[in-house]
């Protein structure tokens, strides 16, 4: 053996010594079972210290690639290779333990993977149904959509200026008086809650929210430090917030068209009186106004941010629900210096929205094609809710209760009994029927089920919740 340690290396004599143990068992001079030399025979040849071996062994056991026999010496472990080969590759669950963002619960984390089983019935699903995606009509608009090079590159920070002068008119039919410097072109709601999580929030902030809420089945607050309070709209709101928030950051989540997950819609009042407590707490509010468009009736309820003259009220739009989802378009409505402030995040992200997204949305609202689709979608929803509310009426009207849709996408269905829990969904998943618990949007809801009417077809609707009948009534035999 003619290996010594370097005293001149920047590595220390032990550490040396243990890597060069190490490289005979991997490359397999010491195969497994061999016999090492005594410490007192290494310290000879390698002209150390048998303390400095000694110390090296002891590391080497404790990994498990040798391992001593009383009396007979110390020999390579029978599992050595196998140890060297797992610490040879990356660490990588190490480093996903360790990553700041947040897994998702695994019931949605199934719900995402089984959501592209064609086989699947999805009562769960956000989207719609690809029979309500008016995807023949886009292809033929796209004939009258002019492309010129500049249109189909980068585009500004804050998206496309044609698309965003558009909106501007678009959006006093909500009564919202803006400009399109106040209006940030994203990728959907969703990553404009990552870019607020980002941009405008420092760490431990709270995010102000009802319960249940859509954001808990999400983690972009979460996962940026962001504390997640659920509150009620209640006689003691005000002094609530005031007693939560103290001198921290705050923001203020709410849907107050279509709530998602429970289809609610608040009044007038409601909405002044939210708007009006979080003004005098000086606690912005963001309004996720995705589903006001799906609204089966004419509403006199006004957006939030309409009655907004201080720059309170953050407003989020999206062509998600109604349009497509593939397009990837939404908005954001906010104060100049907010907008800036997002769109110089995005740029770091994903450097724009897509130019021909962006192209294909500015020319559906402007071309009045958007509200006749919308028109016509509203109606086709409607005899949907209606179908699933005749089942539900005929087979769950014992067990459940619910209240009639009044748009959007999904029934908020409540049992008499707390049988909704992470057993039932994989029983169901087993017979290839996918739903949203209630216990994604608030981990104490046992009672609930996000019934999605949007995305299954008729049979499937039947099929489906003949399924969650009868897996829940066998529930309740047994347990009774």
């Not at 033929?140 to 959509?145: F, Q, R």
Request: glycine content about 4%.
């Amino acid at each position: 053996m003619h290996w010594k340690p370097d005293r001149n290396s920047h590595l220390t004599i032990n550490t040396q010594i243990i890597e060069w143990m190490r490289l005979q068992i991997d490359r397999g001079d010491w195969i497994v079972g061999t016999r090492l030399p005594t410490q007192r025979h290494l310290a000879e040849l390698l002209e150390v210290n048998r303390s400095t071996v000694n110390i090296a062994m002891d590391e080497l056991k404790a990994d498990g690639l040798i391992e001593s026999k009383i009396g007979a010496g110390t020999y390579v472990a029978n599992n050595s290779w196998n140890i060297l080969l797992s610490k040879s590759q990356p660490n990588w669950q190490q480093h996903i333990e360790a990553s700041i963002h947040k897994p998702n619960y695994h019931t949605i984390q199934l719900i995402n993977e089984y959501e592209q089983n064609d086989d699947i019935i999805r009562l769960s699903t956000g989207e719609l149904s690809p029979d309500l995606l008016p995807a023949q009509k886009i292809e033929e608009s796209l004939k009258d959509i002019f492309l010129d090079a500049r249109a189909i590159g980068y585009s500004e920070p804050q998206g496309s200026k044609k698309l965003r002068e558009i909106l501007t008119k678009y959006l006093k039919k909500r009564g919202i008086e803006t400009s399109s410097e106040n209006i940030l072109i994203v990728s959907g709601a969703l990553q404009t809650f990552q870019l607020i999580a980002l941009g405008l929030l420092e760490e431990r902030s709270i995010l102000f929210q009802e319960t249940p809420s859509y954001l808990n089945s999400i983690h972009p607050f979460q996962s940026a430090g962001m504390n997640m309070v659920s509150v009620q709209r209640n006689a003691h709101l005000s002094s609530t917030l005031r007693n939560t928030k103290r001198k921290k950051q705050s923001l203020f989540y709410c849907t107050p068209t279509l709530h998602n997950p429970t289809g609610d819609n608040w009044s007038v009042e409601e909405r002044q009186q939210l708007y009006d407590i979080c003004k005098q707490l000086k606690i912005p509010i963001i309004e996720d106004d995705v589903y006001h468009e799906l609204l089966f009736e004419e509403s006199s309820s006004p957006a939030l941010k309409s009655f907004d003259e201080s720059g309170q009220v953050l407003y989020l739009g999206s062509v998600s629900k109604t349009l497509s989802p593939g397009l990837r378009i939404g908005w954001v409505v906010a104060p100049e210096p907010v907008i800036k402030r997002l769109a110089d995040v995005k740029m770091q992200t994903d450097y724009g929205s897509s130019a021909i997204s962006q192209e294909i949305v500015a020319h559906w609202l402007s071309s009045g094609l958007y509200e006749t689709h919308i028109f016509e979608l509203r109606k086709k929803l409607k005899t949907r809710a209606e179908f699933t509310e005749k089942i539900l009426a005929k087979k769950f009207g014992n067990i459940a209760t619910w209240e009639k849709s009044k748009g959007g996408f999904y029934i908020w269905l409540r049992f008499n009994e707390p049988v909704i829990n992470k057993e039932l969904f994989l029983k169901l998943l087993k017979r290839n029927v996918l739903i949203n618990p209630g216990y994604i949007y608030d981990s104490t809801d046992y009672h609930h089920i996000r019934l999605s009417y949007a995305y299954a077809s008729f049979e499937e609707l039947e099929t489906g919740l003949d399924n969650i009948i009868r897996i829940i009534s066998t529930s309740l035999e047994t347990k009774y």
